[in-house]
């Protein structure tokens, strides 16, 4: 099956460290999407990447990082730079070059916590 | 950047009813898009609307786009306990920068 995976589902971390989420996709898209999602709140835009070894930031990308080493993983760090952490982020993924040209495919989701 | 205005927030309604939710933006756009989202998933991409088109269909779902108000539409025919989840529009603006809503919380009472 083609589509796209995060792992962990939920991730719980301490203050002060920093956490990789991982975003997986087999769909043979070029560029790749994180957001992050609050409570009430539409999906901000973290990092976007569209072609292996290039990614730029998004609207919110203070306290987070990002790689492209191959097309198809995108994984995200949060760092102990991000202030309020806590949320639920989902990776997405679509076949065009242009950013926002077609539809997103996302992944189920990794739901962070910080005790 | 803005985010676009969806309302209701929340829509409840009996099974069989159809439900209507609504999406409004500031800027000019290229697309609109309309995902829906089950609790604690990922999203799945409903219908996209091009700026020149002003309705589509997509089985039971209708969305409608009116560029001159800036604003679209969503309708649910004939709803179903399956309806149930959040619905969110997003739409592409002139930098091809794609902008959510807050979605709009949909729960069918069976």
């Known amino acids: 099956d083609g589509g796209i995976t995060q792992s962990p589902k939920y991730l719980f971390r301490k203050e002060g460290q920093n956490v990789t989420l991982s975003c997986e996709q087999n769909l043979n898209h070029d560029a790749m999407y994180w957001y992050r999602q609050d409570p009430g709140q539409g999906l901000r835009l973290i990092y976007y990447?569209?072609?292996?070894?290039?990614?730029q930031k998004g609207d919110i990308a203070e306290g987070y990082s990002v790689s492209r080493e191959k097309k198809e993983s995108f994984p995200l760090t949060v760092t102990s730079a991000q202030k309020n952490p806590t949320a639920f982020y989902l990776c997405?993924?679509?076949?065009?070059?242009?950013?926002?040209?077609?539809?997103?495919?996302f992944g189920p989701g990794t739901r962070l916590t910080v005790l | 950047s803005q985010q676009g205005e969806e309302d209701p927030q929340a829509l409840s309604i009996q099974e069989g009813e159809n439900a209507t939710m609504n999406c409004s933006y500031k800027?000019?756009?290229?697309?609109l898009q309309w995902y829906r989202q089950n609790s604690g998933r990922g999203l799945v991409h409903l219908i996209l609307?091009?700026?020149n088109e002003r309705e589509k269909h997509s089985g039971r779902l209708r969305v409608t786009l009116d560029t001159s108000k800036k604003s679209s539409s969503l309708l649910i025919t004939a709803s179903r306990a399956a309806d149930t989840a959040s619905y969110f529009c997003a739409f592409m603006d002139s930098n091809y920068q794609l902008i959510w809503g807050a979605g709009t919380k949909l729960i069918i009472k069976p």
């Open positions: 997405a993924s679509t076949s065009g070059l242009a950013l926002g040209t077609d539809t997103q495919y």
């Open positions: 990447s569209q072609i292996v070894n290039d990614f």
């Open positions: 609307i091009r700026s």
């Open positions: 800027t000019s756009i290229n697309n």
